[in-house]
């Protein structure tokens, strides 16, 4: 089957790093290009990062210059490293597979991943 | 920054055709994709390329694009339709990636 699965959330202070995890279970994470998305509280879905199969990165920039994707192959793991959190970066993370066959569609979503910047 | 915009909100009764515009300069040159996103639910995909349905998704749901604007048309609309659909695309230089600020489907 087919799964992603987020961890690393919880509670930091703002100033703070954390890093997500997002194990995947049924397909390459490498072989593949793999997005992050948030949710903000009672908000919209914000695209925050991705990353091509060939190891090429992109940040919106909202998070450029504080957010690093990356992967760990022999993991099957797709990370997202965030550094000098704030406020506005609380929101319910999701990793996700974009497909090629869809048009690079994100088809696949884990269930999501909740960050709280407060102190 | 490049932005996509939607209604915030579309009602229709049950059986009617719900229309969902996505407007931005990019459009006429960039692929728009839809996700449904219910309640406590991560999104779905429900079309891709501005027209392609994925399997599993049910004919009703058709998109469109024209100018700057693509369309997500549900045909007969059902009550199990109601949720909040966002369109997705990406600026000219095909590298930032973006949604629209998401449109809440009513459908009572």
């Known amino acids: 089957e087919v799964q992603l699965v987020e961890s690393g959330g919880g509670l930091i202070q703002p100033g703070g790093s954390l890093r997500l995890s997002c194990a995947a279970s049924?397909?390459?994470?490498?072989?593949?290009?793999m997005s992050w998305v948030r949710q903000a509280p009672g908000k919209g879905l914000e695209w925050v990062s991705l990353?091509?199969?060939?190891?090429?990165?992109y940040y919106a920039d909202s998070v450029k210059g504080r957010f690093a994707i990356s992967r760990d192959n022999s993991k099957n793991t797709l990370f997202l490293q965030m550094n000098s959190l704030r406020a506005d970066d609380t929101a319910v993370y999701y990793c996700?597979?974009?497909?090629?066959?869809?048009?690079?569609?994100?088809?696949?979503w884990g269930q999501g991943t909740t960050v709280t910047v407060s102190s | 920054s490049y932005e996509l915009t939607q209604p915030p909100s579309v009602s229709v009764s049950p059986g009617q055709t719900a229309r969902i515009t996505c407007s931005g300069d990019?459009?006429?040159?960039?692929?728009a994709y839809w996700y449904q996103q219910k309640s406590g639910q991560a999104p779905v995909l429900v079309i891709y390329?501005?027209?392609e349905r994925p399997s599993g998704i049910p004919e009703r749901f058709s998109g469109s694009r024209s100018g700057t604007m693509a369309t997500l048309t549900i045909s007969g609309a059902q009550v199990e339709d109601e949720a909040d659909y966002y369109c997705?695309?990406?600026?000219?230089?095909?590298?930032?990636?973006?949604f629209g600020g998401g449109t809440k489907l009513t459908v009572l």
């Open positions: 049924g397909f390459t994470v490498s072989s593949s290009y």
């Open positions: 390329e501005d027209s």
């Open positions: 990019a459009l006429p040159k960039k692929y």
């Open positions: 997705y695309s990406t600026d000219n230089s095909g590298n930032q990636r973006v």
């Open positions: 996700a597979r974009m497909e090629q066959q869809l048009g690079f569609g994100m088809d696949v």
């Open positions: 990353i091509y199969s060939g190891g090429s990165t």
